[in-house]
Nanobody, 120 residues
Framework: QVQLVESGGGLVQPGGSLRLSCAAS????????MGWYRQAPGKQRELVAA???????NYADSVKGRFTISRDNAKNMVYLQMNSLKPEDTAVYYC??????????????WGQGTQVTVSS
């Protein structure tokens, strides 16, 4: 059982920055692949960024060069640094944990989400 808690969302002007944090429970956090997803009203939830247990990353094309995902395994934390924010980044952002590296049939874990609003 894994619990994920996001924080750091809020209202920011276009061009501004926010840093989202995800705190994860459990002692085997370091082996999970982690990700950030977002969902805007009326739209499908989409992958924003992901990071493997080994630190490899991938990003949605829409955020490449602007967002950075990172993890601190010692603190059971995952971060999403968001720079040069655009109004189209407005969404609820969700932390995701993929435990299948250690539990093949386990479902993903999700946080409750944190709202990011980019507006003038």
């Amino acid at each position: 059982q894994v619990q994920l808690v996001e924080s750091g969302g809020g209202l920011v002007q276009p061009g501004g920055s926010l840093r989202l944090s995800c705190a994860a429970s459990g002692s085997i956090f370091s082996i999970y692949a982690m990700g950030w997803y977002r969902q805007a009203p009326g739209k499908q939830r989409e992958l924003v960024a992901a990071i493997s247990s080994g630190g490899s990353t991938n990003y949605a094309d829409s955020v490449k060069g602007r967002f950075t995902i990172s993890r601190d395994n010692a603190k059971n934390m995952v971060y999403l640094q968001m720079n040069s924010l655009k109004p189209e980044d407005t969404a609820v952002y969700y932390c995701n944990a993929d435990p299948r590296a250690v539990a093949a049939n386990a479902p993903d874990y999700w946080g409750q989400g944190t709202q990011v609003t980019v507006s003038s």
